[in-house]
T-cell receptor, first 111, second 112 residues
């Protein structure tokens, strides 16, 4: 059972470039989340989804976009990368009323 | 709104010391309560949980009791090891909630 899989694990972007962080889960969970974790800090919620076709903003959505066309996949899009988006990004999923399962993270550096 | 307050870190302890990390929350209704642990370079993973008042969650020597009257879920371990060095997150999940907000976490450093 793979759980939550994130790709890539590491990425360096130049300012103004775009990229998509991939997240897929094989547990048939309805709820999926994207968080960012800045060095030495906690998690900030970027976007979340309660099912295919339904997404909503979290605490820090600016500069990001998401889509949820299937239950399994929840990609995060950065359109115009900025140094402030240097962070570690975590994807998570959960079934209703119980704990979340996290991916291993994507470490992104914008230079 | 719903929120969680954890003690600030870093918490530095010697091996075999007693650990307490305080967590209090505000939430409507009766949330499920979770402690997650994040080891260096990894994602978060569930450490323990409790889903109703007076429940005690336990795992790997860690314990936490769901205290409805004080809205607390303090994490304890009788004797910490160097391998327990990590960041610990208290994360209540209010019933019927879609958003899942985490706090700042508490960094624990255990010295040999």
């Amino acid at each position: 059972n793979a759980g939550v899989t994130q790709t890539p694990k590491f990425r360096i972007l130049k300012i103004g470039q775009s990229m998509t962080l991939q997240c897929t889960q094989d547990m048939n969970h309805n709820y999926m989340y994207w968080y960012r974790q800045d060095p030495g800090m906690g998690l900030k919620l970027i976007y979340y989804s309660v099912g295919a076709g339904i997404t909503d903003k979290g605490e820090v959505p600016n500069g990001y976009n998401v889509s949820r066309s299937t239950t399994e996949d929840f990609p995060l899009r950065l359109e115009l990368a900025a140094p402030s988006q240097t962070s570690v990004y975590f994807c998570a999923s959960r079934p209703q009323s119980t704990e979340a399962f996290f991916g291993q993270g994507t470490r992104l550096t914008v230079v | 709104g719903d929120s969680v307050t954890q003690m600030e870190g870093p918490v530095t302890l010697s091996e075999e010391a007693f650990l307490t990390i305080n967590c209090t929350y505000t939430a409507t209704g009766y949330p499920s309560l979770f402690w997650y642990v994040q080891y260096p370079g990894e994602g978060l993973q569930l450490l323990l949980k409790a889903t109703k008042a007076d429940d005690k969650g336990s795992n790997k020597g860690f314990e936490a009791t769901y205290r409805k009257e004080t809205t607390s879920f303090h994490l304890e371990k009788g004797s910490v090891q160097v391998s327990d060095s990590a960041v610990y997150f208290c994360a209540p999940l209010p019933s019927g909630t879609y958003k899942y907000i985490f706090g700042t976490g508490t960094r624990l450093k255990v010295l040999a």
